[in-house]
Each structure stands twice: as structure tokens, then as C-alpha cells.
């Protein structure tokens, strides 16, 4: 059976509901918001002499859950926009309208007997043959089943998405043993493909997949903290970016997620655990039973490891908890000499492997906590998942490490590994002895280009299932490089299309990069029919390297800049007009060189979270690398009669002379960075696929190499003056400073074709000269200079 989702139900407007009812709208699906009707008036609607009877009364609490979402930030939504697919309503008088719904899902209160009560009024008014879920962390989906009909039960099923739904990539997936097959298999693929998840199918245990190990991973680091006499500071550092977890480390994302969620799940696992050897871990320590007594639950409430303040002159300052007073102070600097040796290592496995054969506290503090998460996600197989690699895929998008547990363990290697846990005092389950035992050294194998896991039932490996609909740039590293540098490599994708992925700090625009484009480009032109421009790091590209033309400025190296710049510039002309397609595959952070780099392809195939810039102008510089010239040529094309010519002109100067930057990909097409026939991909696992398959199309559609444009319209000194008028009333209201105004003239300079009598047609190069003389001349400013000196020192921008 076919089956197409057209329109969603979200029984339960809180957190959690609101925001998966705005992730839908996400995606363009209609969404139906329901919350309780309210049990009194406010003073508010007192005041007002409403009644209980009032429309906006009965739907006040669904409504203000709504209206919170949309002004989060960072926002649920790709655009504010989309809000208008949600309509709301309430249980009372609209849970009716669900007989409409393709998908129902169920976001009410963690507590069995309110959700059955929900299921109870849901039978009355779903349309059958649709899709029944609940969103619940820890209540065994099982359970929910009692006294439901056969089709309710064949089609129903737990979704547990993450929090923020957004942004969490992480989506379980969890059957009764009543649910139809095809229903899963519908639902792995739709939160795939469509929900741009990484989708988990787990077992209906405790807390299922990732919170179970991950609550494991937290309260056990609790454990080895107190056992070394660390501080909260410490384990913060230690348990960070320099072992590929997320910034917020431990107690960071514990104040964020809120103390009470992790004693819910962790007396959950306790209650539940008789059978789980590390029950007596999920026993809150004092202190943390005391914090939730305090209402100290993290942002929530004010308070929790961490607490914001104000010091006597005003200024804020974050105060740490001692865990042994419970009195906060002054955050400390935590230092050891081990995570020192490892900032020179860029790359997160050799940093990893690196630290594990430290010895300080830091180190010791890394490897119990690895020791320990081995033995545990070891012994969970078969209990939560069949397959290893579920785990890791559950740890990697539902708690944002890099690594899962079983990678971890391969980085240090799966003998070595079980050597130190046994002298540690950890044991890994019998099967991990047994892959060992039968010659195989690893949990995974990349093979002919794939990723294959170790399948603990047949003992042999197996190709991941899904792996075939996504591309890994580093399954191909050790065959298909055919070409690199220090900055850049060229890989053969297959199918005739190559991909230039970049690898110098922050991805940053040098020399190096520069070169590997041109080369790429001289590649595919001689024997292969298309390129991609894609990488898997944290972000597309920074941008330029900033460093490079600032020290060239210190020393008044100007032909040196120029021939920087130039070059730069006839590399994106020789990507847009080069005799195979280009597409770039943005995610990320895809800011000022990165952004004109995206625009002088043929095609984008950018990924949902994409942060597109060009944003040179808080450094005190205008686009330099043809990002003016594209905007400047894109209003032109949006031209009609009169005055539209000036607002669409306008509006390009005001999303460059702003430094804009879009909060999604969806947002970077509203401002002009990516055009309208430009692609968004959902789950980034598929981005680079998807730009290969893209790269392909336009190769099979007879692509013929396009001709340098002549023809751009700008207007000379009738569109020169406005911008100029209006640099000099924004200064003369304090609106922007002084330099700001110089670099607004210069940016209107290159905007309008300079000072020409008359509308004239120009062409690209001619844009691209004007650019680059203003570019150029704004490098040998002071003020200038002071602008990109403190994005380098302190990464925040000067307003001077």
C-alpha cells in the first residue's frame, strides 16, 4: 500500500509537541496542534470579560505553547513562515479533525494512564488504515496497548524524537510485536528521507537506545569523577570537542536538558533494571537528589551545575556548583598536560587514540569512562539492539558524539581495548572474546568502498542496511584519491563524478584549496562528466583565510592581496564556466568565500542546516571573491520597470552591507544566496549522494558550457546617489560609524557599475575589477585592520 503524508495530527502542544508539529511544517506537511482546554481564566482574560466559552480562551494553552516555539532561538523553523501550516486547536472541540490526519502522534504527559485516556478518545475519531505513534522517552510502548482495537494496534508503533527535533538528528523507532512490518519499514524510510533523520529501529526496553546508554555514560562518569576528586570545570573540559562530544560536555547538557529529566530516566532504569548488572549506577548521588529537591534543575529554573550572575560592576559571570559544599564560585580554568599535547592534533581518532595512552588525571578519567561504556554497550547486545552499529548510530545523532561506543573502541583497538579493561577491572562480553577469538580485530571494515559491521549472529561482517543511498567521503579515502593536496583531495565518486572536499582548519579558502579546485576542475574536464564540491567536517568553509590577507595588509603587500584576490576570483569564474557541471553541497557554516563559492556553481544541493553569509563586511571588507558581482547580476535579472529595479537592488546591498546570514538552507534562497531552482537535502547522511545525483542529471541532460555574461544591468549615479544618501543619514543618526559609511559607498560603488551618466549593461569582469579594486583598497585601512584583528584574537566583531 501506498501511503503519502499530506497532514499530521500532534496531540500535545509542549515543548516536545510544539516543536516536532513546527519540524513537520519543516517540511511542508499540514500540521493540527491540539492541546486541554484551560480550567480557569487568567487575569488577563478576567479583565478582558471573557468566558471559558471563548474561542481564545479554550485554545490559549496550545496557542502560547505555539507562539513560544516560534520565537525560540535558535528557531524550530527553517522559515517563521512555515508556522502558517500549523493550525491549532483543542481536545474538546477539535480532536474530531483528526479523522483527516495520515499520522497521528500522541506528545501528552509521561504518564501511562493520561496517554491511554488520549487513546481511548483517539479510536473514536481516527480515519483507520493511519499511522498511530507515541513520543515517549522510557514508558514501554507495549503497555500502551490494552483495550485498543485490531487496527490500532497493527498500526501502531513509538517514534521518540529527540529534543530539539530539529536539530537532534536522532529518531527511535520502536514496534510492539502487533505492528505490521510495512509500518516500520514506512516509518525508517519517511524519517529518513523526509524527516532528514537518522532513523534507529530499538526494542521496546527501558529508556531504549540512546538514553539508555547515554544516562549509563553520565551517571558512570559521575562515578570516575568522584573517584579521581574532579571538579565539574574538569570533567567539562576533559569531556568536550577534544574527544568529538558536543560543546556542552556533561553538566553543560545536563543544565540544558534539565536535572529532572535525568532523574526521571535514571530512576526509570533503576525501577526497571533487575537485570541490568550496572542497576546500582542509576542511584542519584546525594548531591544531585539535593539539587532537584532545590529546584536547581539547570536553565530551567536559573540554576543547576552552572549559574549565571552579575558581579558588582554589572557584568555577567557564570559561577560553578561545588559538588561537595554545594556552594557555587568562580569557574575555574581547568589544565592538564595531557589535553595539551593534544591541540596540535586536528584529526579526532589519532586525538583520541593520542589520549588513551595518556596517564594524567584527565587521561584516567577518559579511559575508566571508556572502560566502563564498553563493558556496558557490550552487554546490551541483544538486549536494546541486535546490531552494534545501531548503538553508535543512536549515540552519534541522539547525543551529538562524533564517535559511537563501538568506534571509540576501534579506535584504540578491540584487542587492546579488552587487555586494559580486563587490568581495569571491566569485562566485555563473551561475543566481543569471541570476534577476537575468530580473527577479527575490528567492529568495522570499510570494503570496497563500504562500511561493514560485525554481525555478531553469523560472526561474519555485513553491509550496514541503507548504506547504499549515502556517500562516505572517508570509506573512499584509501581507493578513489586521485589527487591531493594539504588543503584539498579529489575523489572519484563513481558514475564519472569527481568530488573536491577540503581539509585545511575551519575549511578555510587558501592557496592550497584554490589550487585543488583548479585541479578538480582540469580533471573532470579531461576524463569525467561532472564535480562536486562537498565535504563531511563540521562546516563547508569559513570563508577565506583571513590570517593570510591580514598579515599580507600589516606588511603592505598589495600585489600580493591582488594576485590573491584575482585569483581567487578566476577560480569561481573557472568553476562557472568551466565544460562540465559543478555542484556545491553547503552545510553548515558556509560563510563569506564559502557562500561566493556556492553561487558560482551550477547547482546547489545544500543541506537543511545550512548558515550561508556574505559577511565580510564585519571585517571591514566588501565580497571580494565575486560574491558582490553574483548579488549585483541576480537583482539585475530580477529587474522590471522603474522603481522595482532600486528595491531589488536594494535589497541585495542590504543583505550584504547587514552580513546576513541565513538560519537554514531554506532561509539562505529567501535571501538571494541560493536560487530557487537550487535543491535542500533533509538528512545530511545523504547530502553528498544527493549533489552527485544532481551532477549527473545536468551531464545527462546534454550540459553545454555557458557563455561569460555581457549583458548586466546597473544604473550609475541615478542608483549611486540613493545609496550614498542614505550611507550618510545612517551615520549622521549614530546608526553605523564612520568606516561603516566609507565601505557602504564602496560596496554601492561596485553595486551600481560606479558612477556611470546612465543604466548601462556591463559585464561580469567589469563587475568583478570594480570589486576587486575596493576590496583592495580596503585592506590598506587601519580601521580595516583593527576589524579583522579582533575576529582573529577573540572571534568577536569591532565596531569602530
Given amino acids: 500500500m501506498k501511503r503519502i503524508i499530506k497532514k499530521v495530527a500532534v496531540l500535545g502542544s509542549g515543548v516536545m509537541g510544539s516543536r516536532i508539529a513546527c519540524h513537520f511544517a519543516n517540511i511542508g506537511v499540514q500540521v493540527l496542534l491540539l492541546d486541554i482546554v484551560p480550567k480557569e481564566l487568567t487575569p488577563e482574560e478576567q479583565a478582558k470579560g471573557l468566558t471559558l466559552e471563548n474561542k481564545n480562551v479554550r485554545n490559549r494553552i496550545v496557542n502560547s505553547s505555539l507562539q513560544a516555539a516560534v520565537a525560540a532561538n535558535p528557531s524550530p523553523l527553517y522559515r517563521k513562515a512555515d508556522a502558517r501550516l500549523i493550525q491549532t486547536g483543542n481536545f474538546d472541540d477539535n480532536l474530531k479533525d483528526i479523522s483527516t490526519a495520515d499520522w497521528t502522534i500522541e506528545v501528552v504527559v509521561e504518564n501511562l494512564k493520561i496517554k491511554k485516556l488520549v487513546f481511548d478518545q483517539v479510536e473514536q475519531f481516527r480515519k483507520p488504515g493511519t499511522l498511530i505513534t507515541s513520543n515517549t522517552s522510557g514508558i514501554p510502548i507495549h503497555m500502551m496497548l490494552e483495550g485498543r482495537s485490531e487496527d490500532f494496534r497493527k498500526r501502531f508503533c513509538g517514534t521518540h524524537f529527540f529534543n530539539p527535533p530539529r536539530y537532534l538528528k536522532l529518531l527511535e523507532i520502536i514496534p510492539t510485536p502487533e505492528t505490521d512490518p510495512s509500518i516500520v519499514d514506512f516509518l525508517m524510510h519517511y524519517g529518513d528521507l523526509y524527516l532528514g533523520k537518522t532513523t534507529v ?10 538514553n539508555r546508554v547515554g544516562i549509563y555514560a553520565i551517571m558512570q562518569g559521575l562515578q570516575v569523577m568522584n573517584k579521581l576528586g574532579l ?13 568529538g562530544r558536543p560543546k556542552s560536555a556533561t553538566f553543560r547538557t545536563l543544565d540544558v536538558v534539565g536535572l529532572d529529566t535525568l532523574a526521571n530516566v535514571a530512576n526509570g532504569l533503576y525501577q526497571t533494571g533487575e537485570k541490568d548488572e550496572s542497576r546500582e549506577l542509576f542511584q542519584l548521588p546525594g548531591y544531585l537528589q539535593k539539587m532537584v529537591e532545590n529546584k536547581w534543575l539547570g536553565d530551567k529554573t536559573g540554576q543547576g551545575f552552572y549559574k549565571k550572575t552579575k558581579d558588582a560592576q554589572g557584568k555577567t559571570e557564570i559561577l560553578t556548583l561545588d559538588l561537595n559544599t554545594l556552594e557555587y564560585g568562580p569557574k575555574q580554568k581547568a589544565k592538564f598536560q595531557s589535553l595539551e599535547a593534544l591541540k596540535p592534533i586536528e584529526d579526532l581518532k589519532k586525538r583520541v587514540k593520542a589520549f588513551s595512552g595518556q596517564t594524567d588525571k584527565a587521561a584516567q578519567f577518559f579511559n575508566e569512562s571508556l572502560y566502563g561504556l564498553f563493558q556496558y554497550v557490550s552487554n546490551r547486545i541483544p538486549e536494546i539492539s541486535d546490531e552494534l552499529y545501531r548503538i553508535d548510530d543512536a549515540m552519534r545523532a541522539g547525543f551529538g558524539w562524533e564517535l559511537g561506543p563501538f568506534e571509540y573502541w576501534d579506535v584504540i583497538g578491540a584487542r587492546e581495548g579488552v587487555q586494559r579493561m580486563i587490568e581495569n577491572g571491566y569485562k566485555p562480553a563473551a561475543w566481543v572474546e569471541e570476534m577476537l577469538n575468530h580473527g577479527k580485530e575490528s567492529f568495522y571494515i570499510v570494503q570496497n568502498g563500504q562500511r561493514r559491521y560485525y554481525d555478531i549472529q553469523s560472526k561474519e561482517y555485513k553491509a550496514i542496511p541503507g548504506a547504499e543511498n549515502f556517500i562516505i567521503l572517508d570509506n573512499l579515502r584509501s581507493s578513489n584519491v586521485v589527487w591531493k593536496n594539504n588543503g584539498a583531495s579529489v575523489i572519484d565518486l563513481g558514475d564519472g563524478i569527481l568530488n573536491v572536499e577540503f581539509h585545511s582548519k575551519m575549511n578555510t579558502l587558501g592557496g592550497d584549496v584554490i589550487q585543488g579546485l583548479n585541479k578538480a576542475i582540469e ?100 565580497p571580494g571573491g565575486g ?18 529595479e532600486y528595491n531589488s537592488l536594494k535589497n541585495a546591498f542590504l543583505t550584504i552591507g547587514m552580513a546576513k546570514v541565513s538560519t537554514s538552507g531554506a532561509e539562505a534562497v529567501d535571501l538571494g544566496y541560493l536560487r530557487k531552482s537550487d535543491k535542500i537535502t533533509l538528512n545530511s547522511n545523504r547530502l553528498i549522494a544527493d549533489a552527485k545525483a544532481q551532477a549527473i542529471l545536468l551531464a545527462e541532460a546534454g550540459y553545454t558550457q555557458p557563455v561569460r555574461r555581457t549583458n548586466i544591468k546597473v544604473h550609475g549615479k541615478g542608483a549611486l546617489g540613493m545609496f550614498l544618501t542614505g550611507a550618510n543619514a545612517m551615520m549622521t543618526g549614530r546608526y553605523i560609524s564612520d568606516h561603516d559609511r566609507k565601505i557602504s559607498e564602496k560596496l554601492a560603488y561596485v553595486m551600481c557599475g560606479g558612477d556611470l551618466s546612465a543604466p548601462t549593461d556591463v559585464s561580469e569582469q567589469y563587475l568583478l575589477d570594480l570589486e576587486r579594486e575596493a576590496f583592495l583598497s580596503l585592506t590598506g585601512e587601519r580601521k580595516t585592520l583593527e576589524r579583522i584583528q579582533s575576529i582573529l584574537t577573540t572571534g568577536k566583531p569591532l565596531r569602530n
Fill in 201 to 210: 529501529l530499538a526494542k521496546d526496553t527501558p529508556a531504549f537506545i540512546a
Fill in 231 to 243: 571538579n565539574v570545570d574538569e570533567v567539562d573540559r576533559i569531556s568536550g570537542p577534544i574527544i
Fill in 523 to 622: 580533471l573532470a574536464e579531461k576524463d569525467f562528466r561532472g564535480l562536486v564540491v562537498g565535504n563531511q567536517g563540521a562546516n563547508f568553509s569559513a570563508g577565506a583565510n583571513l590570517g593570510l590577507i591580514y598579515m599580507s595588509a600589516l606588511e603592505q603587500e598589495y600585489d600580493e592581496i591582488n594576485f590573491m584576490i584575482k585569483q581567487f576570483q578566476d577560480t569561481m569564474m573557472r568553476m562557472r564556466y568551466s565544460s562540465i557541471p559543478v555542484v556545491a553541497a553547503p552545510h553548515g557554516l558556509a560563510l563569506g568565500g564559502g557562500c561566493e563559492l556556492s553561487m558560482h556553481c551550477d547547482h546547489v544541493q545544500a543541506s537543511a542546516e545550512t548558515y550561508m553569509g556574505l559577511v565580510e563586511f564585519g571585517v571591514g571588507l566588501i
Fill in 627 to 644: 560574491g558582490t558581482k553574483e548579488m549585483t547580476m541576480r537583482a539585475a535579472d530580477r529587474y522590471e520597470d522603474g522603481d522595482i
